[in-house]
Structure formats: C-alpha cells, structure tokens
C-alpha cells in the first residue's frame, strides 16, 4: 500500500475517531433538508448532491497525490453527509431498510476481512 493511501487512510480514521469521540450520532437538521427539498426541488438538490460527490472525489484524489488539506476534506465530507440524507429523503430511502442493508455489507465485508486473514496467516505458516 503506497504512503498517499496509508495518509488518506490514516486521515479518515482520525476523522471518524473525533466523531465518535466528540459525538456519538452525526447530527443533520432534518428541517433545513426538508426547506431545501422544498424551496430548490427534487430535481436540482439531486444534482448539487453529485457535484458535492464529485468534489470529495476531487479532494480525496488531492490526499492521495500528497496535498492534504484536512479542512477542505472535513468540508467536503460534512457536504456529502448532508447530501446522503436528502436523497434518503427526496427518495424516500426506508431508515429500518437502509440500516438492514447496511449491515447486510458491513457482515459481507466481515467475512471478507476473515476470509483475508485466514490467507495471510496460512500464506506466514508456508514460509
């Protein structure tokens, strides 16, 4: 894994470390989204939600290439947080049915880790 990866990596876990430490649950005004829906539409917060998506894409590729700048990261993330909890409301995204796909991934990705570390042990044992 390159250093610029192990940065990003680094950078994010601190990221999430400060949130949980600070605050156990991000805290979005459901109201202000609601007025935005509602004053700007369907239709355009749709398409501010991928360009704020496309601007954390911009800033992650930036870590990655070594220019960190943790404030535009933090901004770019807070973005995009608001912007996944619009489209959960512009979409009407289910809250019980996201939350179960969610775990459903997170267990995929479990035993993918598992499935991983049994390799690399076993790839340590051959030597």
Request: proline residues 0%.
């Amino acid at each position: 894994m390159s250093n610029s990866i192990k940065e990003l990596k680094k950078a994010i876990d601190n990221l999430y470390e400060l949130s949980i430490a600070e605050q156990s649950e991000i805290v979005v005004d459901k109201n202000v989204i609601n007025e935005s829906i509602k004053a700007y539409g369907k239709e355009l917060q749709t398409v501010v939600c991928m360009e704020e998506l496309a601007e954390l894409t911009k800033e992650l590729s930036k870590y990655l290439r070594g220019i960190h700048n943790k404030e535009n990261l933090l901004t770019e993330v807070a973005d995009v947080i608001i912007c996944l909890h619009m489209i959960k409301e512009m979409y009407r995204i289910d809250t019980k049915l996201l939350n179960e796909e969610i775990e459903r991934k997170q267990e995929r990705q479990k035993a993918r880790l598992n499935n991983e570390n049994k390799r690399s042990v076993g790839k340590f044992n051959e030597l």
